[in-house]
C-alpha cells in the first residue's frame, strides 16, 4: 500500500469530516458540551459493545496487549519526566506538557481510524478499543494526579472511572460475547445504528472542538516538543516495545498505529477543568491533529511494511 494511497483513503476522509466540523462550528456555535455527552454516553458506548461483542480476542492475545500497553505508558511517563527536566518547565508547564505525550486521541481520532483501516479485521478495531479503555483509565488517574493530585481522593478517581458508559459496554459486550448470547433484532438494531453514527459524528465534533482553539502562540518551544513527542516518540518507542515483546500480525500493526495519534482533547478539557495552563493544552492538542494527517500516514504505511 503506497503512502498516497493511505493519505487519500484513511487520512482525507477523516480530515474532511474535521474541517466539516469546524466550518459548522463557526457559523452554528454548536453547544459542544451536549454533543460531547451524546458521543460518551450514547454512540461510543454503542460501538464498543458491537465490537466486543462480534470479536473473538484470544485470552493470550488479551494479556499480550495489556502487557504491552502497561509497558508503553510507564516507557512514556519516564522519557516525558525527563524531558520535562531538561527543558526546566515549571509545575503546572510539567504536568501540561507530560499529559500531552502520554494522553492520546484513541476515540474521536483513533476509532475511526482503525474503523477505516480494518473494515475487513474486526479485531483491529477491537485492539483499539482495548488501547482506548486503556487510555481512559489514564486520562483519569495519571493525568487527572498532574493536574491535581492535592486535591482529590483515589477513591473518587475510581468513582468517576466506574462511571464511564464505556466501561459498562466494555464488560457487557465481553461478557455476552463470552456467553455465545444472542441479541434480539429488535435490540441489536437500534445499536447498530448508533454505532455506525459513531465515527462522523465523533470527527465533526473533533473538528468543531479544535475550531474553538486560538491560532496565535501556537508554536512555541513546548507545543513543538510535546508533539514531536506525542507523534514520533510515541511510535518510536512502540516500535521497540513490540520487538521486544515479539507481537506480529494485526496486533502489532493496531498496536503501533495506536501509538501515532496526536494529544488526547481530554488533556486539554482537563487543564481547562482545573485551569492549568489551558491555552497551552489546546495549542498543544491542534498542533498534534494537524501535523498527524502527516505522521500517522507514515506510521500506517510502515506498519503496513513490518507487520503484514
Avoid at 460518551?40 to 458506548?45: A, I, N, Q, S, W
Avoid at 516525558?80 to 494522553?103: H, M, P, Q, W
Avoid at 481520532?109 to 481512559?136: E, K
Avoid at 516495545?241 to 486539554?268: E, H, K, M
Wanted: hydrophobic share 55%; proline share 3%; charged share 10%.
Amino acid at each position: 500500500m503506497f503512502i498516497g494511497t493511505i493519505f487519500i483513503n484513511i487520512i482525507v476522509p477523516i480530515l474532511i469530516l474535521v474541517v466539516v466540523g469546524a466550518v459548522l462550528q463557526k457559523k452554528f456555535q454548536f453547544n459542544l458540551r451536549a454533543v460531547s455527552n451524546l458521543i460518551t454516553y450514547c454512540l461510543m458506548p454503542a460501538a464498543v459493545f458491537i465490537n466486543l461483542y462480534e470479536t473473538e480476542i484470544d485470552v493470550q492475545v488479551l494479556v499480550e496487549i495489556v502487557g504491552y500497553l502497561i509497558v508503553f505508558s510507564l516507557a512514556i511517563i519516564v522519557v516525558t519526566a525527563v524531558i520535562s527536566k531538561l527543558l526546566k518547565l515549571d509545575k503546572g508547564e510539567s504536568a501540561i506538557f507530560k499529559n500531552s505525550i502520554s494522553l492520546i486521541n484513541s476515540g474521536n481520532y483513533g476509532i475511526p481510524v482503525s474503523q477505516l483501516l480494518f473494515q475487513a479485521n474486526p479485531l483491529g478495531i477491537s485492539i483499539q478499543i482495548i488501547v482506548m479503555v486503556f487510555q481512559n483509565v489514564l486520562t483519569y488517574t495519571y493525568g487527572l494526579y498532574n493536574l491535581i493530585s492535592a486535591t482529590k481522593s483515589g477513591l473518587e478517581i475510581l468513582k468517576s472511572l466506574l462511571k464511564m458508559p464505556i466501561i459498562h459496554a466494555m464488560l457487557l459486550g465481553g461478557l455476552l460475547n463470552w456467553l455465545r448470547a444472542p441479541i434480539p433484532t429488535f435490540i441489536w438494531a437500534p445499536i447498530s445504528h448508533l454505532a455506525d453514527a459513531f465515527l462522523a459524528i465523533a470527527l465533526v465534533l473533533l473538528g468543531a472542538q479544535l475550531a474553538q482553539i486560538e491560532f496565535k502562540t501556537i508554536i512555541n518551544r513546548t507545543v513543538l516538543v510535546s508533539s514531536i513527542g506525542r507523534l514520533i516518540i510515541g511510535p518510536a518507542v512502540s516500535l521497540l516495545l513490540i520487538f521486544l515483546f515479539g507481537l506480529d500480525g494485526v496486533v502489532a500493526q493496531s498496536l503501533f498505529i495506536a501509538s501515532s495519534f496526536p494529544t488526547s482533547r481530554n488533556s486539554s478539557s482537563l487543564a481547562l477543568e482545573y485551569d492549568v495552563y489551558s491555552d497551552l493544552a489546546a495549542q498543544t492538542v491542534l498542533f498534534s491533529t494537524v501535523l498527524s494527517a502527516v505522521t500517522v500516514t507514515f506510521v500506517v504505511y510502515l506498519s503496513a511494511v513490518l507487520f503484514v
